[in-house]
């Protein structure tokens, strides 16, 4: 049985609704420009480009008929360069960085938990919305910090648009983490949260917690190993040596 803590107000129900994300998708697909899905889905175009740049663009009838064939030609041309270029900077970048090592992933875990982890009161954790971060950092948990599935303790901060059963499904398959291991739910129900900042989150924010199980070197010890790494790094960055 799913659980989940309610702040303020209830949930929605369980009804498969298709996630704003893949409805995106979906609407660019069938030739729609960014400002029309927009209005169709309240997300910004910023958030939309950030999930569409790389689908596949060709203009449906009813987006010619508004702009004209002339400026769509244009934005058209426009837009096939752009994906051309991505395309081509991706295979460089992925040639340039060659491959990834153990000692690469133990740095690269070491700047996203200097930006996102936990600092304070000795506790370790990382809140991200970003499901391929979140899997940078349970593989860095477990590689580089010698955790074990049964040290994650996730928790899920969920907005009231988010369906709770799916969201919940869904970071338990991210995370390749039990849902029994997973926390009460919160529930954020505040009004002074924009709309179209909710509506972008689709599954929430999941904040990666990791419980000791009484051994001494996964608790305090961890969190201080974790702040002396990052000490280390920064220090010797920013005294030139790098």
Request: overall charge positive.
């Amino acid at each position: 049985m799913v659980r989940y803590n309610i702040v303020v107000g209830i949930t929605l129900g369980t009804m498969k609704i298709l996630s704003l994300k893949e409805k995106a998708i979906d609407y660019r697909k069938k030739g729609f420009s960014y400002n029309m899905i927009s209005q169709k889905i309240g997300v910004s175009k910023s958030t939309l480009s950030d999930w569409l740049n790389r689908i596949p663009f060709s203009p449906n009838k009813e987006l010619i008929k508004r702009i004209g064939l002339a400026k769509l030609k244009s934005a058209s041309f426009k837009h096939k360069q752009k994906m051309d270029e991505i395309t081509e900077m991706r295979i460089f970048a992925e040639k340039e960085l060659g491959k990834i090592t153990e000692r690469d992933l133990w740095i690269l875990g070491i700047g996203l938990y200097l930006g996102e982890g936990n600092k304070s009161y000795e506790n370790i954790g990382f809140s991200n919305s970003d499901p391929e971060i979140i899997k940078i950092l349970v593989a860095w948990f477990k590689k580089n910090c010698r955790l074990k599935n049964e040290n994650f303790n996730p928790y899920i901060h969920a907005y009231p648009d988010n369906d709770i059963g799916k969201t919940l499904s869904y970071w338990s398959k991210i995370t390749r983490i039990p849902k029994k291991q997973f926390g009460k739910t919160i529930v954020d129900k505040r009004t002074d949260k924009l709309r179209v900042k909710r509506r972008s989150l689709p599954y929430g924010t999941i904040d990666l917690r990791i419980r000791s199980l009484g051994k001494k070197e996964f608790g305090r010890r961890l969190h201080r190993r974790i702040m002396g790494w990052i000490e280390s790094a920064t220090e010797q960055i920013n005294a030139g040596i790098v």
